[in-house]
Structure formats: structure tokens, C-alpha cells
């Protein structure tokens, strides 16, 4: 082989070598491993000493019918097992429609996904609507489906009645309700509170 070529090689591979540890030392040396965080184990407690935490953070994104979703949290956690999905604390996120209605959802954790900005919220999950509150357990945001599905302990209030059930579904685009239970052979519990203010 010529001298010259040779050469070429080995500065082409001193130059790829330096290039990756200049990666890793900048880029993935602070990377700390992070537990397995499932959607059933959301509950996890964010590493407040590692140093994948990100402070007051906040997504946008909004859909071909001009829907818009903010989603804002304390303390967020880049998962590294699944670098698309992000752990938050404290999360607040509104849902703002094309005609200006907004729906507001709180909760203590959420998992976030990058691609396509679907959300899982965990703990004390609360959503607002117009004068209708529900509150639950779980809730998934689906953005490509248009849809919000709550579950496990549900309670959905309007006015003045209160809707015990296992699961409710709200459809986006028209923004319709379901609420349903579990098991076919229990019943929906209603409770109605008579008191006028």
C-alpha cells in the first residue's frame, strides 16, 4: 500500500477517535442510570441529585384543527432507558380548542412522550371543563386519538350531581363523555346534592 494512503488512514481514525471521547466526555458522561419506570409504577421519585433534571420546564404543540397543548411541570427527568419520555413532577397542562374553550389537567406525575405527545398522568389527577370537575387516579392523554381516558377511581361532578365509575372517556373533537364501569354487571353510583347556593 502507498505511504500516503496509509497516513490518510491513520489520521482519519485519530480523528474519529477524538471526536467520540469528545462526545461521550461532553454529552454522555453525566448520564446516571436511571430504575425502570413503567406506566403502572409512575410514582417514582425523581433522583434530585442526578443530573438529567430539568426545572420549570414546558411543551407545546397543537393539531391540524388548531388545538393547542401546553403541557408545563416543576421538575422533569429525561428517562434514559427511553430517551423520548420525560418523568415529570407537579404537572399542569391545558388543553386550549380553536374556539377558545380550555380544559385544564392537574397531577403529581406524568410520562411525557416526544414523538407523539401522548401523556400518562398519575396521582391525584383533577380536570376542569366549563362547571365540570373529574377526578381520578389515572388519566391518558392520546393526542392522535383525540382522546382523554380517565380510570381507577373516577369522580366526575357537574353542578350538582356526582358520578361514581370505574373509567371516562372524552372524545376531543366533539368533546362527548362516556362514562362507564368495569364489570357490565355494576351500576354507575349517582349522588345528587339538592342544596341551591
Known amino acids: 500500500m502507498n505511504k500516503k494512503i496509509i497516513v490518510q488512514l491513520i489520521l482519519f481514525f485519530i480523528i474519529i477517535l477524538f471526536t ?9 458522561s453525566n448520564q446516571t442510570e436511571i430504575s425502570k419506570i413503567t406506566k403502572n409504577n409512575l410514582a417514582s421519585d425523581l433522583k434530585v441529585n442526578s443530573s ?4 420549570n420546564i414546558e411543551y407545546k404543540s ?32 391545558v388543553i386550549i380548542f380553536s374556539n377558545y374553550e380550555k380544559i385544564n ?28 370537575i373529574l377526578l381520578s387516579d389515572n388519566l391518558d392523554l392520546l393526542i392522535k386519538d383525540n382522546k382523554i381516558k380517565l380510570y381507577n377511581n373516577v369522580n366526575y361532578n357537574n353542578l350538582n ?30 349522588i345528587y346534592n339538592n342544596e341551591i347556593n
Open 20 to 28: 467520540s471521547l469528545f462526545l461521550f466526555k461532553y454529552f454522555f
Open 52 to 55: 438529567n433534571i430539568i426545572e
Open 62 to 93: 397543537s393539531d391540524n384543527q388548531g388545538n393547542q397543548y401546553i403541557i408545563k411541570a416543576k421538575y422533569g427527568e429525561i428517562l434514559f432507558e427511553n430517551d423520548n419520555t420525560i418523568l415529570m413532577r407537579d404537572v399542569v397542562a
Open 105 to 132: 389537567i392537574t397531577s403529581e406525575i406524568a410520562i411525557y412522550s416526544i414523538n407523539n405527545y401522548d401523556t400518562n398522568f398519575e396521582k391525584n389527577v383533577s380536570i376542569k371543563y366549563d362547571n365540570q
Open 161 to 190: 350531581t356526582d358520578f361514581l365509575a370505574d373509567q371516562v372517556e372524552i372524545d376531543l373533537l366533539t368533546k362527548d363523555l362516556k362514562i362507564y364501569m368495569n364489570n357490565q354487571g355494576k351500576k354507575i353510583k349517582a
